[in-house]
């Protein structure tokens, strides 16, 4: 089996205007070691209850990210409940913060190569002493960097004047994704990227992860509201709640602005 046929044989599930890819965080952290060194870019993204809000009012640029995506890992307890419940769909829980851990625990070596977009000295000095990484690079782009075309090349520029193995787009969504797009369709990066949001924060101790039981009961939402409801409410009640009426309405009316063309329905 070729590069190629091997990333195209996942199984996914076509669900809420998009394809999940049916892999949980010990078979998704597999198939990203299973990439040789040095192949052809390709990135991974991770769909929870914001971004499919967002593919469904028609983001054109972020429809784009998704499509262009490798895979694309179930990354909320929310989603997973709500495909459950009205579609008796069984999606695996791949959260990014879940595949980084298992990545940097299991996986990653002190040799790799990694490149990290995002963060600051103090997250770099931190990955480097607990992992002990010895081919670690990090480019850190200024606020608003997607709206300003020299600051997105120089982002594009590093990636791929650092081939690395490992590439962790640490720069919050959908940058993170419209960054991986760009760099994929440029076609000289090498290695994985991950869309991973604050993962990077989450494994060196930089900010603190909801409890494992809070995550288990769909409720990591609530432990970060709680923690940040400045920051946080927009996101939970404008960016993600809407996410309930388009499950009920594909529920209702099957087909309805699914987010999928046609003949992939």
């Not at 650092?162 to 993170?176: D, N």
Request: hydrophobic content about 45%; some cysteine.
């Amino acid at each position: 089996m070729t590069l190629s046929e091997a990333e195209t044989a996942v199984r996914e599930e076509h669900i809420f205007g998009t394809k999940i890819a049916l892999l949980d965080v010990t078979a998704a952290a597999a198939a990203i070691m299973a990439r040789p060194v040095a192949v052809p870019f390709a990135y991974i993204v991770t769909p929870n209850a914001q971004h499919l809000v967002q593919l469904d009012r028609g983001d054109a640029d972020f429809r784009a990210a998704y499509d262009g995506a490798w895979l694309r890992l179930c990354d909320s307890q929310i989603v997973r409940l709500v495909a459950r419940l009205f579609f008796a769909r069984n999606l695996p829980l791949c959260a990014g913060s879940d595949l980084t851990a298992a990545l940097f625990a299991d996986h990653i070596r002190p040799d790799d190569s990694i490149c990290v977009i995002g963060g600051d000295a103090e997250l770099e000095r931190r990955l480097r002493e607990k992992y002990g990484l010895r081919n670690l690079a990090r480019h850190a782009p200024p606020m608003g960097f997607m709206a300003d075309p020299e600051a997105v090349r120089a982002c594009i520029d590093f990636i791929e004047t650092h081939p690395s193995r490992f590439v962790f787009l640490a720069v919050g969504s959908p940058r993170s994704e419209l960054l991986a797009c760009r760099v994929r369709a440029r076609g000289r990066a090498t290695g994985t990227g991950l869309c991973i949001g604050s993962s990077l924060h989450f494994i060196t101790g930089l900010v603190p992860r909801a409890p494992l039981w809070m995550r288990r009961l769909a409720l990591e939402w609530l432990f970060r509201l709680l923690r940040a409801p400045r920051s946080h409410a927009r996101r939970v009640f404008v960016d993600s709640l809407p996410f309930l009426y388009i499950a009920l309405r594909q529920r209702l009316m099957p087909g309805r602005r699914s987010g999928l063309r046609p003949e992939e329905r």
